[in-house]
């Protein structure tokens, strides 16, 4: 291999499979990661996001295909031997050692001088905005704090790979969004070093990816950028996945005229009119979010549609409302859920 493509290819897994006696949880994964890249994995529970995380790590053995980082394969080596730092939703911090010393301990560990350790660890506790709490333990600090510990510590280690498992899951909605923006920093600052992180947030994968990887059953469903994977989903699984509100999936005789078993189409590409559209239904809750409305319609079918409106329009339970879609962004699917272009 030359040298040029190892250092853009820092992650390769070639027909990574992995299995728990006859249960095959990921299934011939091929992914390339490219070196500095913010890949993030979402898929429904249990499609083995977290396995293929803890594959990467090194925390659970692969029983097929390889893991190559840089270019070598690292199938068999030891979880600390991979240049791999992982920052865990529960934090895992030891309790009775200070901040310093928790952000301190791989440094000790691997015999660096005191200097360096001194160094490193005032770098990134300013980074985190840590400084003020060295001293103390982190029974001692907030929840979004703690996160920081775990994440100074990873830093610290200069990582080639970060990786984050459900990193934001225990912080509470403003606390999220603060953290969200500090990895977000922490990425555009570290340059070379790759991040993955799982998540089931979709404000988070669409933020913080250059890359998000659906993985669904163990195996890989599509890799995009966010917005590719929002404007053409290759599936109507990743359609109906990737997007809060979810994708209105319209089926039967109603998506006939458009040629098509399944019609898709955001709530955002919805016009509403007072007397004609082509699709009619009854109105069953309207959120109000102040800028924009999400009205939703029952129109015979299991799910409600979700229609954005301006958010000065009213409309009470119980009204007939019309609407149509946005013309070109009409999404059409077969009969195998896949794309009719
Ligand atoms: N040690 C184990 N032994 C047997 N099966 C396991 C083991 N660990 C995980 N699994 C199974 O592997 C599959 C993938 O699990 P994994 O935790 O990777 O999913 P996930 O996508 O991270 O889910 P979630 O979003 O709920 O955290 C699940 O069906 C799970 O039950």
Redesign the pocket.
Known sequence: MKKEERIVTNLKLTDLSKR??Q?E?LKHINLDIKSGEFMVFV????????????CIAGLEEITGGTLEIEGEVVNDRAPSKRGIAMVFQSYALYPHMTVYDNMAYALKIANAHKDEIETKVAAAAEQLQLTPYLQRLPGQLSGGQRQRVAIGRAIVRDPKVFLFD?PLSNLDAALRVATRIQIAKLHETMVKTTMIY?T?DQVEAMTLADRICV?RD?RIEQVGTPLELYEQPQSLFVAGFIGSPKMNLIEGDKAKPFNAHTVGVRSEHMTVSPDSGTWSGTVIHTENLGSDSYVYIDMGQEDPVVVRVDGSTKYRSGDTIHFSPVDDKIHRFDTNGKPIS
């Open positions: 728990y006696g249960v949880v898929g429904p529970s249990g499609c083995g996001k977290s396995t293929l995380l803890r459900e799982v089931h993985l163990g």
